[in-house]
């Protein structure tokens, strides 16, 4: 009945099972963190700049983390190359659990369990789709590297 068609394939091109690359993981990562700081102080030179006594940023800087997550499973799944939703939602665990780390920190306390909860597995399921999203870019850049190398040897 599925004969021929693949779901999951959990060995690998080199012959190795290698579920995670940690070097994709802490790209992904790094990209996150770094896409999140860049919006934040682009919010705060807003501040800077403006002379307003009163600022609600709070959805934008929940956008901000949700773009973080997303770019961060992105780039975990194009380095990675397979397994992109795996990669993709290890970088947005991990990545929450920072954010959520640092937000615990910043203000009085954790919020609400029903809020990090919702707001977890939002940041997990964004980056799982980056994750998707990254594999498929790096699969297509493959598809023409091939396709051009093709042309070259055997001009049309």
Known sequence: MFKGITLVSWS?????AGLLKPAAILS???WALTSTAFICTALMLWVFITAHEVYHFSNLIMVGIGLGALLGGVVGGRTAEYLGWVHGMTVGL???L???LLLA???TGLPALPVWFS???AVIILSAVGGIIGVNISAARRGATINSTHRKRFPV
Request: hydrophobic share 55%; charged share 15%; glycine share 16%.
């Open 12 to 16: 690998r091109r080199d012959g190795q």
């Open 28 to 30: 992904g990562i790094v």
């Open 94 to 96: 991990i990545y929450f």
């Open 98 to 100: 920072a954010v959520l």
């Open 105 to 107: 920190f910043w203000s």
């Open 119 to 121: 707001f977890g597995l």
